[in-house]
């Protein structure tokens, strides 16, 4: 961390691509650093989630250069590292394990670790809701033994009326992230156990990931749309594409009904 931490504080303060350029071999040290520790957590994440044993370190790194798609802001570097560990990799569209090494001051939210899947799309969404319904004080329970807490962060503003959970869900149905999070100092990666220990908390939280992989699996067996999510978001022609064959389909069956 006493290559990564400063030059992650330098990319915050100079977002610019010609100080990038004048230190990206500082940034190529970083990122292997950074890769070295992913290829640790791959091993002891491995040990009790047999899924992630098969990633390989493209399969959960991301560049410093901000993809300019997602809009998160106008920035053109990220100001953290980070290391994900889903299902048949970082677009695979399943649930799992991240965390970020972002140093205050942060425009990303600063450093911690997050369990679930990142802005599903609205259908799929649907899908947990549902689940929060029949199944809240079991969501609730999961959730709490994690030790983690609901990602918050955008929430929607109203919700449909068609949903009656206890009181004690209600925040869930607002989430447009099925995700929970801990936030972190940075001390937290300056020990020499920060792997084991990032470890063991995913550990702890084997259990809300496998249930979300259980929704989303259903999901895809049910719904004709894509498994949709904040990294790779499903292209609003597709969407749309997707919709009109389904309402094409329900006026088919329509007329075939009336002409019988």
């Not at 001390?187 to 084991?196: A, G, K, M, S």
């Not at 004709?224 to 919709?243: K, T």
Request: proline share 5%; hydrophobic share 35%.
């Amino acid at each position: 961390m006493d290559v990564i931490l400063p030059f992650l504080r330098a990319v915050h303060h100079n977002d610019s691509k010609e100080w990038y350029l004048a230190h990206r071999y500082e940034y190529l040290e970083a990122f292997r650093r950074n890769a070295s520790s992913i290829e640790k957590l791959i091993d002891l994440i491995g040990e009790f989630d047999e899924d992630i044993a098969k990633l390989e370190v493209s399969d959960c790194s991301f560049a410093l250069v901000r993809d300019r798609k997602l809009k998160i802001d106008d920035r053109l570097f990220n100001d953290f590292l980070s290391g994900c560990f889903y299902r048949d990799g970082k677009y695979g569209g399943w649930a799992g394990y991240y965390y970020q090494i972002s140093p205050l001051p942060s425009s990303s939210g600063g450093s911690f670790l997050t369990v679930g899947i990142y802005q599903p799309n609205k259908e799929l969404m649907d899908y947990f809701r549902r689940e929060f319904i029949d199944n809240g004080d079991y969501v609730h329970k999961l959730v709490k033994e994690t030790g983690f807490k609901p990602y918050l962060r955008d929430q929607l503003r109203r919700m449909h009326p068609g949903y009656r959970p206890k009181r004690e869900h209600l925040d869930y149905l607002y989430l447009r992230s099925m995700m929970l999070i801990k936030p972190l100092d940075e001390v937290w990666f300056l020990r020499d156990d920060w792997h084991e220990r990032t470890a063991e908390e995913f550990r702890r939280c084997k259990p809300f990931v496998d249930y979300v992989n259980s929704i989303i699996a259903r999901y895809r067996e049910e719904s004709p749309f894509p498994v949709g999510h904040g990294l790779r978001p499903i292209p609003r022609h597709i969407h749309d594409q997707i919709l009109r064959s389904i309402r094409e389909k329900e006026q088919t069956l329509s007329v075939s009904g009336l002409k019988e």
